[in-house]
């Protein structure tokens, strides 16, 4: 019955994570990842818990995560919704950079951490509705990584398609001006998102990095 229940639990990662050759298991290289922990409930500061020997090669980092969570630490917190790369859900900080978990490839050495935007509800899972206190978009300008946005005002007709799209407030509706501005680009999860550049009829949006 463990067999079984093992096989089962470990199915999604065979045979791309662990080969098979001759009847034995071949495994590849494999990652080693620290991941943020807190629990505002009972926890005065976070941490970093290591995992260590992750399966990680030809997947998502949310696919990691949730190897993490079936085989390793089934406390472990975090958001898995469409996982097509549409709700922006997952998103997260991967050494240091905002991405979609869902739609980043994992590497072999990762630190994870929430969004820096938003309030962390546990580890990495975050409340969207909820700015952490504190945060500025300034405070984090110029970091290596960061995502680059460019919007060609020729182009934009400022239909605010990318406000309503963006799932981390990237964008924002100038009252004065009349017009679409970018107001929080590093919050932006770059080319793993792009969600307002693909949105955008007008091709008025270019996300870099």
Known sequence: ??????????SRFTPRLLGVEGGLKVFPDLASIKVYRFDPA???S??????ENIP???HSVLEVLQFIYENRDPSLSFRRLCTKGFCGGCAVVVNGQPVLACQYPAEKEMILDPHPKFEVIRDLSVDFNRLRPGY???SRAGRKGLTMIHLDLKK????RDCIFICPVGVWQWNKEAKR?????????LGPS??????SCWKEAIQVTR
């Open 1 to 10: 019955m463990l067999k079984e229940i093992l096989k089962s639990k470990l």
């Open 42 to 44: 009972t926890d005065s």
């Open 46 to 51: 976070h941490k970093y818990d290591a995992f």
């Open 56 to 58: 990680y090669k030809d």
């Open 136 to 138: 500025s978009s300034d």
């Open 156 to 159: 934009c007709v400022h239909c």
């Open 180 to 188: 679409v501005e970018i107001a929080d680009p590093a919050s932006c």
């Open 193 to 198: 998102c792009r969600q307002c550049s693909d």
